[in-house]
């Protein structure tokens, strides 16, 4: 497992691919989960643990519901896996009477369209 890791790092890139071991993507996985979620929420505990394996046949099984894919699968898509900030862009359908307002609050213009509204964009960071 140590070689198929260590070559997918050299051909990533990555300068120094001969230290990386599957503990180094372990920890990397765990930082993400921790991590704010690209949504800039915090995902919770449980479900943190749950998708890192640490829950517990036994003591925990009770008390967190693992059958949930799709739950799982919306929490995992809200992992960011990137260092550089994120953005998070909101688009908003006006009426041409309230665009020099739109405009004044940081809004851009993207599009008008046939029935004269007026498609506004707000990026954020995050």
Same mark, same amino acid.
């Given at each position: 497992?140590?070689k %198929?890791?260590?070559?997918?790092?050299?051909?990533?890139?990555?300068?120094q691919?001969?230290?990386?071991?599957?503990?180094?993507?372990?920890?990397?996985?765990?930082?993400? /989960?921790?991590?704010?979620t690209?949504?800039?929420g915090?995902?919770?505990k449980?479900t @943190?643990?749950f998708?890192f394996?640490?829950?517990?046949?036994?003591s925990?099984?009770? +008390?967190?519901?693992?059958?949930?894919i799709?739950?799982?699968? !919306?929490?995992?898509?809200k /992992? !960011?896996?990137?260092d550089?900030?994120?953005t @998070?862009?909101?688009?908003r /359908?006006?009426?041409?009477? %309230?665009l020099?307002? +739109? /405009?004044?609050e940081g809004w851009?213009?993207i599009a008008q369209?046939e !029935?004269? @509204?007026?498609?506004v964009?707000?990026t954020?960071?995050i």
């Open positions: 497992m140590a %198929v890791i260590r070559r997918a790092a050299k051909l990533a890139g990555i300068s691919w001969i230290y990386i071991i599957p503990h180094t993507l372990r920890k990397a996985f765990e930082s993400v /989960l921790r991590n704010p690209v949504d800039g915090r995902m919770d449980g @943190q643990e998708l394996g640490h829950i517990l046949p036994r925990q099984d009770a +008390y967190y519901d693992k059958d949930k799709g739950f799982h699968r !919306n929490e995992y898509e /992992l !960011n896996f990137f550089s900030p994120t @998070q862009s909101v688009d /359908l006006i009426g041409s009477d %309230v020099e307002k +739109y /405009l004044g851009i213009f369209l !029935n004269k @509204q007026i498609i964009r707000r954020r960071h």
